[in-house]
């Protein structure tokens, strides 16, 4: 038997007919023929750091572990090109190498790119909060088993509609990113109240490049991160000692969180009383540093999410709510609620696309079962137009999604010509695309 797959989360799981690690393009394009002579599908898989099951499959199970590395570097047009299953982390080191940056990313750097780009992974502020609407070149394998390769001349049409397109239009086998040169963050972390940070929210995003909020549930305190771009050379940074940023990050943001975590699982009692003494006991920091360095960090404590990307127009009125639910609830939440902001973007099935946005991140531990806490407070993220996170948890149908997405029919028209016999299909995807 075919060994099982589960992801990060253990919220997803699959047993494929065929697990297999495509060395290139050619391998995948053999992989999809096998599908079609079998009448099967087939699926890559990434990290497995997507919540849902969008990667699941009973067919072929493709490993990206082969496609990796950069291919291309374009110092003219400021480009790099990668192959599909290069990790964040490790792109992000070899452009530092390079003296260079993508302009803006998501906090977990353990994700293949191809994964996070087409599930929507976004960071917080910056001109481009996503990581597709820096996508400006891609190559992918039909479910005709056709290599394609989209740019802005090339393809057009499925550069435009196929940087957020979670694996439904083809096998992604390498992008193109604009990058910049490499730039320094200044990072300013700082508790505050919630009426000093969400009262005042507007002005809090307006006055910053990067803003993530963190919010302790039963308390009235946030963290929050404000990271500004500095014109200071690149050698007078100024970064966190190697024994502070491992005390900070790896033993209490990790190891002691976890135990924390852990202990008031076992008596969710004490969690209100944990979050007021964790939430007290943060104190400010300030230290510059190349920007993935401030904007990614491990996250070794396991967990579930859904998150909604609300119109920033309403987001203090949401997270108002928001808090008055759980305050009202007899939830007892460990993790803190996180909040994050976008620009509108031009990419069409990404939670940005065409407005100003505020993401609203709910977490429970690993083994805590969501379903109440995430069901009680998603309404709230529903009736205020927002749209789910492709990659985490949540209820939506594609009668529910189509309208919050001007052009998800031109998506179902592309897809119905690149994927006419359903290769990629699966249980995730029939429920947010339709069949």
């Known amino acids: ?115 996070a780009v087409s599930t929507g992974t976004h960071g917080s502020g910056g001109t481009f909060a996503g990581l597709a609407p820096q996508v400006v070149g891609l190559e992918l394998v039909t479910g005709t088993g056709e290599v394609l390769r989209a740019d802005a001349s090339e393809n057009p049409d499925v550069l435009d509609l196929g940087r957020v397109a979670l694996g439904a239009l083809g096998v992604v086998t390498s992008l193109t990113f604009a990058v910049e040169p490499l730039f320094l963050l200044e990072a300013v972390e700082q508790p505050m109240r919630w009426d000093e940070a969400i009262g005042d929210l507007d002005a809090l995003l307006d006055d910053n490049h990067h803003v993530d909020l963190h919010w302790f549930p039963h308390t009235d305190r946030l963290l929050t991160k404000r990271n500004n771009r500095v014109d200071t050379p690149l050698e007078e940074a100024e970064p966190l000692g190697r024994l502070r940023g491992w005390v900070d990050d790896e033993l209490l943001a990790n190891t002691v969180f976890g135990g924390l975590v852990a202990v008031s699982e076992r008596a969710p009692r004490t969690i209100p009383r944990l979050n007021q003494l964790t939430s007290r006991a943060l104190s400010a920091r300030t230290f510059s540093d190349v920007a993935h360095r401030v904007l990614t960090s491990p996250r070794r404590v396991r967990f579930r999410e859904m998150e909604y990307a609300v119109p920033r127009a309403v987001a203090v009125d949401v997270l108002t709510e928001v808090r008055h639910r759980v305050e009202a609830s007899d939830w007892r939440l460990s993790f803190p609620v996180e909040i994050r902001s976008a620009r509108a973007d031009d990419v069409p099935l990404s939670t940005g696309y065409g407005r100003d946005s505020v993401y609203v991140a709910l977490h429970v531990p690993r083994t805590r079962d969501h379903r109440a806490y995430f069901s009680g407070v998603e309404p709230v993220l529903v009736a205020a137009g927002g749209r789910p996170h492709w990659g985490k948890l949540h209820t939506r149908t594609a009668a529910d999604l189509a309208p919050l997405y001007p052009r998800f029919e031109d998506f179902l028209v592309l897809r119905e010509r690149l994927d006419p016999e359903r290769v990629f299909a699966n249980a995730y995807l029939e429920r947010v695309l339709g069949a």
């Open 1 to 115: 038997m075919t060994q099982a797959w589960t992801n990060w989360a253990g919220t997803a799981s699959a047993v494929p007919r065929r697990r297999s690690r495509p060395e290139g393009t050619d391998d995948v394009v053999a992989a999809v023929q096998r599908a079609r002579a079998e009448g099967s599908t087939v699926r890559m898989v990434g990290s497995g750091h997507s919540f849902t099951d969008v990667a699941v499959t009973t067919g072929e199970l493709l490993e990206p572990g082969s496609l990796t590395g950069i291919t291309a570097v374009d110092l003219d047009a400021l480009t790099v090109t990668v192959r599909a299953g290069t990790r964040l982390e490790d792109l992000n080191a070899t452009l530092e190498h390079l003296g260079l940056s993508l302009h803006n990313m998501g906090d977990i750097a353990a994700q293949t790119l191809a994964g």
